[in-house]
C-alpha cells in the first residue's frame, strides 16, 4: 500500500489523521474535502506537499470519486456531517453526504477492488442508563437516535451489505466522542474553551449529567491506522479508552485549567432528544489488534487543548459569532 484517499481529511478527526500518517508512516495521502464550515484548508497546513494533496469536492460526486479511488491503493472515509445540533436544524445534509456519499464510495471501492476503512460512531447504538453496567460492544444492535446517528448507521449498513453481497474488503470503527486540537468550534469542549477565552460563560445542556466516552483524537487514528494494518475484512471494531464523564464534570475541569474554577457556568435548553450516556467496551480491538491509548491522563489532554486553542486564535476565530448566533437562537 502506497498511497491513500482519505475523504474529510480538512476536519477534526480526518486532518489530525493525516498528520498522523505523515509523522508515522511512508504512505502518502489525496485527500477528498468539500470544505464544508466544517473543513478548514488551515489545518492541513505544513504537511509535506510532495506527500500530500488536496482534491476540494464532494464525496457524493460519483465521477470524482470513481477517478480518486482508481488512483490510490485504499480509502479512510471520515467525510460526514458529524453534528447532532445542525442535524435536528436541518437533515438534508446529512442524508447527502453521509448515505449517498458512502454509497459513491462504496461503488467505486468495489469496481475498482480496493480496500476501504469507514469511519462511524459510537451513536449507531443509541444511549445507555446512567447506571447500566453494560457497555456498547459489537454485538449491541443498533439503535441511533438522532438524524445524524440514524444516518452513520445507514451508512454502516450500507458497508456491511456491500461487504456480504459484492465481497468488498472493508472495515468499520465506531469510536466514542474524540477531543484534541482543530475540532471546530460547535463542539462542547471547544465551545467552551473559546467562550472563556471571550469571557462567556460555559453553557451546559440542561443540567449536564449526560455522560460521554471521552478519547484523544491521536488514539482514535492509532486505532485506525491499526485496524487499517492488521483489522479482518467484513468487522467491526469499538474504539473507546475508558474515558467516560459527565458535561458537568467536564466543565468543571476546563474552569479549572482556565484559571476560572470560580466562574461558573449557565444551563441552557438541553437538545431534544439528548443521548443519556455513551460508554465502549473496546475489549476486541486491545485483545485481538493489540491496541492500548497512550493518553491515558484526561486532564494533561485537555490543558494541551486548551493551549492549542489559545494559541490558534486565527484558526477559529472567524468562525465563533455565527456559531454563537445559531445556538442562541435555539436557547442555548
Ligand atoms: P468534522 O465535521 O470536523 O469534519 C468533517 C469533514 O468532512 C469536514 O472537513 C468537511 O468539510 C468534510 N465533508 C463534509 N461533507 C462532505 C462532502 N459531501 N464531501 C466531502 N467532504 C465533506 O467531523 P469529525 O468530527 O472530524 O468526524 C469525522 C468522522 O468521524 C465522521 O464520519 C464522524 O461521524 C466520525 N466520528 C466522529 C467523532 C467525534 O467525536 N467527532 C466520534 C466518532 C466518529
Ligand atoms: O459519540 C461520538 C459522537 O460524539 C460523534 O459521532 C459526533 O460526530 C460528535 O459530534 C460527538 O457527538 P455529541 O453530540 O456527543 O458531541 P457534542 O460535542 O455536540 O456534545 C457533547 C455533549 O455536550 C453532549 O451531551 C451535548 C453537550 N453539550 C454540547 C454543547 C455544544 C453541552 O452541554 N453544551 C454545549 O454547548
Redesign the pocket.
Known amino acids: 500500500m502506497r498511497k491513500l484517499l482519505v ?8 486532518s489530525n489523521f493525516v498528520h498522523q500518517v505523515v509523522n508515522d508512516t511512508d504512505l502518502d495521502v489525496v485527500v ?5 464550515y ?3 484548508r488551515a489545518s492541513l497546513d505544513g504537511l509535506p506537499e510532495d506527500r500530500v494533496s488536496l482534491v476540494v ?4 460526486d460519483e465521477e470524482l470519486v470513481d477517478s480518486l479511488v482508481q488512483q490510490t491503493d485504499a480509502v479512510v472515509h ?6 447532532n445540533d445542525n442535524s435536528l436544524r436541518n437533515p438534508r ?1 446529512f442524508l ?2 453521509n448515505i449517498i ?1 458512502t454509497y459513491a464510495i462504496l461503488e467505486a471501492v468495489r469496481k475498482h477492488g480496493k480496500r476501504l476503512h469507514h ?4 451513536e449507531v447504538y443509541g444511549d445507555l442508563e446512567l447506571d447500566d453496567p453494560e457497555r456498547f460492544s459489537e454485538r449491541t444492535p443498533y439503535n441511533p437516535s438522532s438524524p445524524y446517528s440514524s444516518t ?1 448507521a445507514g451508512s454502516d449498513l450500507l458497508v456491511r451489505a456491500w461487504v456480504r453481497s459484492f465481497g468488498v474488503e472493508a472495515t468499520i470503527s ?5 477531543f484534541g486540537p482543530r ?2 468550534i460547535e ?1 462542547f469542549i471547544p465551545r467552551q474553551i473559546t467562550n472563556l477565552i471571550d469571557g462567556v460563560r460555559p453553557k451546559l445542556y440542561g443540567a449536564g449529567q449526560n455522560v460521554r466516552d471521552w478519547i484523544h483524537v491521536d488514539d ?1 487514528n492509532a486505532a485506525v491506522l491499526l485496524i487499517l494494518d492488521k483489522g479482518v475484512s467484513g468487522e467491526t471494531y469499538l474504539i473507546g479508552a475508558d474515558g467516560e464523564k459527565n458535561n458537568k464534570e467536564v466543565v468543571e475541569l476546563i474552569l479549572e485549567l482556565m484559571g476560572e474554577a470560580d466562574g461558573g457556568y449557565e444551563h441552557v435548553n438541553d437538545r431534544p432528544g439528548h443521548d443519556l450516556r455513551y460508554a465502549i467496551d473496546a475489549s476486541k480491538l486491545r485483545s485481538e489488534l493489540g491496541w492500548t491509548p497512550r493518553y491515558s491522563d484526561f486532564e494533561s489532554g485537555l490543558a494541551a487543548t486548551i493551549e492549542w486553542y489559545r494559541a490558534n486564535e486565527a484558526w477559529w476565530r472567524a468562525e465563533k459569532a455565527a456559531v454563537e448566533a445559531a445556538y442562541a437562537a435555539q436557547g442555548q
Open positions: 475523504t474529510g481529511g480538512a476536519g477534526f478527526i480526518g477528498l474535502d468539500k470544505l464544508t466544517a473543513g478548514n469536492g464532494d464525496v457524493a471520515f467525510a460526514a456531517e458529524s453534528h445534509p447527502d453526504t456519499g469511519i462511524s460512531t459510537d452513520k465506531n469510536c466514542s466522542n474524540n475540532q471546530h463542539k482514535h
